[in-house]
């Protein structure tokens, strides 16, 4: 074993006894001004550095992915730093390009704490892109204001076979630069997440050059030439896998896989192109970090979950709105810890509609071990006080 898998590993050690936080420390029955509160500690925390991560703390969102349910669910959002938070959009402005906005470490590690600040969440997501692993592969990437992304596209066999097979990683050293930063603020509870995107999902936007609808140039391109495919897969497995170890060397606590678009594959296409790369991920990741906690993000996965988490080896699954709860609570929450799974726009909705989906929600998976989470990434016409009506309403849950 290298030297530097040693350190990686002894940073990670996930052998450490759990202190379960107590109610108190988690902020529960706080007047509705305390989802501010983190911008004072995340303050307090920047003058004291030297006190930082001195002695292992509790943090309950990662009790929860190691086995331990929470009375009170730990609650992040997807995509939680973004276009419905002024103070996103101001900073955004300011860096130019979205690009330049991930790979500016003051500026990515700046937004990242925005959210925190404001809610007070359990956890913090890096703020970055899935799509600069493609980047950092040597693809063209792209974001056009009000158009998404836009990338060369690998649409041919042969366009496929000049894809590089190793990304070039000091372009993504800005994302390690920014996940130390943040992990030298983040209150000792706030739990850090590093994430990359699932194969299947990555190269949906590498095949099309774009976001499609319906994903249909990668799923054509994996029916008509499933092998010149596996290679764009194989590149992302092998250079997901670099990117999460790196992302855990800069202070992340657990990881995120997002297969977005995962639900429109048929089962056997689902089997070959989402569950087995991912499977490959985790084993990768853990082949050097033991105990790795990785949380797997396949939407629209439905009735094929089970199998997911069967043949993943995830410690949790984020779950879209639409999962049945029964299914989930007997096949998938029986196994590993479940994250979501509200509908994004019940939250732009608000008032008593809102209150009823929490509360759903919370009847439906707060008895096992549940993270509060979206069913998908928040959207920007979100309103910020109906975020604070969620955060409240979990918060005030006895479980
Ligand atoms: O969750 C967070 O707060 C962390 C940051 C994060 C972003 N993208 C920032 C972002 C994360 C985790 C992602 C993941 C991501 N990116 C996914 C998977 C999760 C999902 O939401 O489905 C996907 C498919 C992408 C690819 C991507 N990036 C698209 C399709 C777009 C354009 C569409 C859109 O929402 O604008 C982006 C751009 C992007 N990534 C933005 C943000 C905040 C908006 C860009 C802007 O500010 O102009």
Redo the contacts with the bound molecule.
């Keep these: 074993m290298r030297s530097e898998d040693c350190t990686l590993e002894a940073s990670h050690d996930l052998s450490q006894p759990k202190i379960a936080a107590s109610d108190d420390d988690r902020g529960m029955a706080k007047p509705a001004s305390a989802v501010y509160q983190e911008r004072e500690t995340v303050s307090r925390s920047l003058a004291e550095p030297a006190l930082l991560n001195a002695i292992p703390s509790p943090k309950p969102f990662l009790d929860v992915l190691s086995g331990q349910r929470q009375p009170v669910p730990p609650l992040w959002m997807?995509?939680?730093?973004?276009?419905y938070l002024p103070e996103?959009r101001e900073l955004?402005a300011k860096a130019g390009g979205?690009l330049d906005?991930c790979f500016t470490p003051e500026f990515a590690a700046e937004v990242t704490l925005q959210?925190i600040r404001r809610f007070n969440f359990d956890a913090a997501?890096?703020?970055?892109?899935?799509?600069v692993i493609p980047y950092a592969l040597g693809r063209a990437v792209r974001?056009e204001?009000g158009e998404?992304?836009r990338l060369d596209p690998l649409d041919t066999p042969e366009k496929i076979e000049t894809l590089a097979s190793e990304a070039d990683f000091a372009k993504l050293e800005p994302v390690y630069e920014a996940l130390r930063r943040v992990r030298a603020v983040l209150d000792p509870k706030i739990a850090l997440i590093g994430?990359c995107?699932a194969p299947w999902?990555v190269a949906t936007?590498m095949v099309a050059g774009q976001?499609t609808p319906d994903q249909a140039p990668a799923r054509m391109m994996a029916y008509q030439n499933p092998d010149a495919f596996s290679n764009i897969i194989d590149a992302l497995v092998a250079n997901s896998i670099e990117y999460l170890l790196g992302q855990l060397r800069a202070g992340a606590d657990c990881l995120q896989i997002?297969d977005?678009w995962a639900g429109v594959l048929p089962p056997r296409e689902f089997e070959r192109w989402s569950i087995e790369p991912t499977h490959r991920i985790v084993a990768g990741v853990r082949a050097k970090v033991p105990g790795a906690k990785i949380i797997g993000f396949p939407?629209g996965a439905g009735a094929l979950l089970p199998a997911y988490v069967e043949a993943t080896n995830v410690d949790a699954v984020s779950i879209d709105w639409a999962a049945e709860p029964s299914l989930i609570r007997e096949r998938v929450q029986s196994k590993v810890a479940v994250q979501g799974n509200l509908d994004p726009l019940v939250l732009i909705a608000g008032g008593a509609a809102l209150d009823r989906a929490v509360d759903d929600v919370l009847a439906n998976f707060a008895m096992g071990r549940l993270i509060f989470n979206l069913g998908?990434?928040i959207q920007p016409e979100t309103p910020i006080a109906h975020v604070e009506q969620m955060v409240k309403r979990v918060r005030a849950y006895r479980g």
């Design positions: 997807m995509r939680q730093a973004g276009r996103y955004r979205f906005l959210p997501i890096i703020f970055s892109d899935i799509l974001f204001v998404g992304p994430f995107g999902t936007y976001g997002f977005t939407r998908h990434g």
